[in-house]
């Protein structure tokens, strides 16, 4: 069976356990609300300081923060928490006994899910884009065919860099107990530093520097920069090598991991 079939075969499975399971789904994407909290919390701000802060009108802020949602949604990932019931109740077991990794399950059924995320927001995304002033025609002047062409390979970029940074994480539950609070630490970091909680733009200029290089920007903010006309082409190209260079860098390092762990793996049924 070829490798295409295959993801044919755990998308079908990971859809219908979607159908069943949807009401967890739409619980999961609770936590994406953060970006809608944060953008009346900035709109208030920005109308409070002449309509405008830091360089981001309440325009930008909506466009910044209902456009981030979809991506919010696309790069989502929970495998780390699937990765670590299945370690320490030793489902992954029968999972091993398959032709094939069991990441592959994980991607397949990550790629899935998003299809009723997006049913969701995209709606809600351009129903507050269409009723802010303005916000329409600013994203039409700003999103060039160009643009948004970079920005979809940016956000693929970043959904790797998610991915394999939070299956990392995961798999120290072949060596601990306490995956969760590995989890929760990381996505303390994420939202923080990625652009979530506030614009990468508006962090201090120290921190501005350090973010650029580490893999944080490119898992949310770097996208948006993009198709808001944030960043001008020099910057877009060495933005995406970085990006690039994070993605495979925790591609590796979850094949080398694996490796090491698998070896020692044990637990019920292995």
């Known amino acids: 069976m070829s490798l295409v079939r295959k ?3 755990y998308a079908k499975a990971s859809w219908a356990g979607m159908l069943e399971y949807r009401a967890q789904i739409l ?4 936590g994406s609300a953060i970006l809608v909290v944060m953008l009346m919390v900035w709109t208030g701000v920005s109308e409070d300081n002449g309509g405008q802060v830091g360089g981001f009108s309440t325009v930008d802020f909506t466009l ?3 456009i981030g949602l979809i991506v919010r949604n696309l790069t989502a990932v929970w495998a780390s928490w699937e ?7 030793g489902t992954l077991s029968p999972q091993l006994l398959r032709p094939i990794n069991p990441i592959h399950n994980h991607i397949a059924a990550n790629w899935v899910e998003k299809s009723l995320r997006l049913a969701i927001v995209v709606p809600l995304a351009v129903l507050v884009i269409a009723l ?4 329409a025609t600013a994203l039409a002047s700003s999103a060039t065919v160009g643009r948004i062409a970079l920005a979809a390979l940016a956000v693929f970029g ?6 394999f940074a939070d299956y990392l ?3 120290t539950a072949f060596w601990t107990s306490q995956t969760s609070a590995f989890i929760q630490g990381w996505y303390g970091l994420r939202v923080v530093l990625s652009g979530t909680a506030a614009p990468v733009q508006l962090f201090p200029a120290a921190l501005q520097g350090a973010l650029h290089w580490l893999p944080f920007r490119y898992m949310l903010s770097f996208p948006l920069e993009i198709l808001l006309g944030k960043v001008d082409s020099p910057q877009v190209i060495e933005g995406l090598l970085i990006q690039a260079a994070w993605g495979l860098f925790f591609m590796a390092l979850c094949a080398i991991v694996w490796r090491i762990a698998i070896r020692s ?3 019920v049924g292995a």
């Open 7 to 9: 993801y044919a075969s």
């Open 169 to 171: 994480i995961g798999m």
């Open 265 to 267: 793996y044990s637990a």
């Open 83 to 89: 990765l670590d019931f299945a370690i320490r109740e």
């Open 132 to 135: 802010t002033p303005g916000a």
């Open 158 to 163: 970043a959904w790797v860099i998610v991915f």
């Open 64 to 66: 910044y923060y209902m």
């Open 27 to 30: 619980l999961w994407m609770l």
